[in-house]
C-alpha cells in the first residue's frame, strides 16, 4: 500500500490549527510542514482547507444501530464499529450493563473474538463494565436483582477471561467492599470510575484516594451537592477526577455543562454519548441489557419508570453541542472528545492528538463541523 499524504488541510497539532501536510504510512501519521513535497505514486488527498482532527474517542456507549452491547456478537460489534466511524469516532470501548456472570462472560469471549479479526473501522480498544458493583438506590437502568458487594475475585477472572482487555469499570464507593477492590483493579490495569452513587464525600473521597480516576455520566445518577452535605458530587468537583459528560441537551442542561467545563477546565472533561442500540434510528421501542426502552423524539427511557436510559447520541453532534452550549472556539472543545479520553484510559501514546508515529485516526471537518471524511489507522472510511 502506497503512503497517503493529506494536502490543504488546517492540521490541529498541538491544541492549534494551522497549515500543515499529513503523511499516513503503515497506519501512522507523521507531520510536515505545508509545502513538503509529495514523492511520485503517493495517494493524495486534498481537503481544500478544512479542519483535520484526531479521531473522537467514547469511552462509554451501549450500542447503536440496533445493536445492544449486551447482546452484540463479534459481527454485531463491527457494525457498531462501523457507524460510530461514520461519525468521527475512530475508537471506543464497548460498555457492559450490569448482568448475569454468565452473559458477561458470553460479552467478554465476543470482543475477543472481534479483536482477534482486523478492525478496519472504529477500533475497539477494550470493555468498559458499568457495574455490577453498584448501589441499587441509584441503580439507573441497571437491573437491581444482579447487583452485588465488591467483589475482587470475580472482577479478577473478568480479566483473566478478557486477557487485559477490561479497560474500565464503574463502581459505586458505598457498596460494602468497593473501596477495597479500587487497587485490585488497578493492579489489573482496569481504571475506575465512580457513580451511579450516593456516596457521601468521605468515602468517595476515601475512593479517589484508592485510585479512582474518573466519574460515570457526571451529575447523572449520583447524589447531588449540597452546601452541608458535598456528597460524591462535591468530592468530583473538588478532585482531579475526570468527568464523563453527556452532552445532549437532555441529561446535563447547558448551563450545567458549561458549569461543569468551568469547574474541572476542559483537561478533565471526557465527552461521552452513552448511546443505546436506537443510536441512528428512529425513535421506537428498545431495549438496554435486560430492559426496555422507549425512544420519543430522540430521548430513551425505560418503559417501565420513565427513568431516562442512556442516549441516541452521536459524539459529532456532541461536539457541535458543545460549540453551540459553551460559545468556545474549537480547538479547546476537542480535547473532551480526544485527548482527555486517551489519557484517562492510558492510550495517549498512540491515540488522541495528531503527532509523530501517533496511529493515523483522523477525521476531516466541514465548516459547520459535520464529518466530511474519516480515516481509521490510515485506511479512508468507505461512508455509507
Given at each position: ?22 503523511r499516513l504510512a503503515q ?296 460549540l453551540a452550549f459553551t460559545?468556545?472556539p474549537l480547538e479547546e ?52
Open positions: 500500500m502506497n503512503d497517503t499524504y493529506i494536502i490543504n488541510g488546517q492540521v490541529y497539532v498541538g491544541r492549534r490549527f494551522g497549515p500543515g501536510t499529513l497506519g501512522k501519521l507523521q507531520v510536515l510542514p505545508a509545502d513538503a513535497p509529495v514523492p511520485e505514486g503517493a495517494q493524495v488527498v486534498d481537503v481544500q482547507g478544512k479542519r483535520v482532527v484526531p479521531g473522537f474517542i467514547d469511552v462509554h456507549t451501549h450500542g447503536a444501530v440496533g445493536v445492544d452491547v449486551n447482546g452484540a456478537t463479534a459481527e454485531d460489534l463491527e457494525k457498531i464499529g462501523r457507524f460510530f466511524a461514520g461519525n468521527g469516532t475512530t475508537s471506543w470501548l464497548c460498555s457492559v450493563l450490569t448482568d448475569t456472570v454468565e452473559q458477561t462472560e458470553w460479552c467478554i469471549d465476543q470482543f475477543k473474538v472481534h479483536n482477534a479479526g482486523e478492525q478496519p473501522t472504529a477500533e475497539l480498544l477494550g470493555i468498559h463494565l458499568e457495574g455490577p458493583f453498584l448501589a441499587t438506590e441509584y441503580k439507573g437502568a441497571m437491573p437491581e436483582h444482579l447487583l452485588r458487594k465488591g467483589d475482587s475475585d470475580l472482577l479478577r477472572s473478568y480479566q483473566e477471561r478478557a486477557e487485559g482487555g477490561i479497560r474500565y469499570l464503574t463502581v459505586s464507593p458505598e457498596v460494602e467492599g468497593v473501596n477495597e477492590m479500587i487497587p485490585v483493579a488497578k493492579e489489573l490495569g482496569i481504571v475506575t470510575a465512580i457513580g451511579h452513587s450516593g456516596a457521601d464525600y468521605e468515602t468517595a473521597m476515601e475512593a479517589i484516594g484508592n485510585g479512582a480516576a474518573a466519574a460515570t455520566h457526571t451529575f447523572n445518577a449520583m447524589g447531588l451537592l449540597h452546601q452541608h452535605r458535598p456528597a460524591i458530587m462535591g468530592a468530583v468537583l473538588e478532585s482531579d477526577v475526570y468527568c464523563e459528560m453527556i452532552c445532549d441537551g437532555r441529561h446535563l442542561h447547558p448551563g450545567v455543562v458549561r458549569l461543569l467545563i468551568k469547574t474541572k477546565g476542559l483537561d478533565r472533561v471526557v465527552a461521552i454519548t452513552d448511546s443505546i442500540m436506537a443510536a441512528g434510528l428512529p425513535d421506537g421501542k428498545y431495549h438496554l441489557g435486560v430492559n426496555e426502552v422507549v425512544v420519543e423524539d430522540g430521548d430513551a427511557k425505560l418503559a417501565s419508570t420513565g427513568v431516562r436510559a442512556g442516549s441516541t447520541l452521536t459524539q459529532d453532534a456532541a461536539l457541535r453541542n458543545l460559545g468556545r472543545l476537542l480535547p473532551a472528545l480526544t485527548e482527555g479520553p486517551a489519557r484517562l484510559i492510558g492510550v495517549f501514546d498512540r491515540k488522541g492528538s495528531i503527532a509523530d508515529g501517533k496511529d493515523a485516526d483522523l477525521v476531516v471537518l466541514d465548516e459547520a463541523c459535520g464529518v466530511d471524511m474519516v480515516f481509521t489507522r490510515g485506511h479512508i472510511l468507505e461512508r455509507q
